[in-house]
């Protein structure tokens, strides 16, 4: 009997969500566990006046294998997965087209020097101390949406207190 009217009152609970309106996630939302996929650290480093292209950085961990396949921000044209890897000596930067790996329960982190998003064509300077909306998409999971901090990198903040 118990189970019978738990199953009534959860009919009724979802009957009473607004039927006109279709359901659908909300773009920015606070990572949880039950998320497919959580995003944390995310942050971008300043551009110069003139610059068309500027570097951000995110830890994403998937709950299910998928893969980073892009994103979209309103500040560029373009966001773009890049790789950077060393062939003969020579760091080369590319565009991985066919998306990140982001294997199950595992944090992967697109740091300087390694993986990490190129915004393409700004439509003005990122700078230090403002916030930058960038959702990223998925192979499986649905969308979401990051505040990413526009910051010099800890590790570098020593060296650019001068300019």
């Known amino acids: 009997m118990k189970t019978k009217l738990a199953l009534a009152a959860a009919a009724l609970s979802l009957a009473a969500c607004n039927p006109s309106e279709p359901a659908k996630a909300p773009a920015a939302q606070t990572p949880t566990a039950t998320d497919a996929v959580t995003a944390t650290d995310a942050w971008c480093r300043p551009s110069p006046n003139g610059a068309k292209a500027g570097g951000c950085y995110v830890t994403l961990t998937a709950a299910t294998d998928d893969r980073l396949t892009g994103g979209s921000t309103p500040r560029a044209a373009s966001l773009q997965v890049h790789e950077m890897k060393t062939e003969n000596g020579m760091m080369k930067m590319a565009e991985l ?38 959702t990223f998409q998925f192979a499986s999971a649905p969308a979401i949406t990051v505040q990413a901090q526009v910051r010099q990198p800890a590790m570098e903040g020593m060296d650019h207190a001068a300019h």
């Open 97 to 134: 087209t066919a998306g990140l790996p982001l294997p199950a329960g595992q944090a992967v982190a697109l740091a300087p020097g390694g993986n990490h998003l190129m915004l393409i064509g700004l439509t003005a300077p990122l700078v230090a101390g403002e916030t930058v909306p960038l």
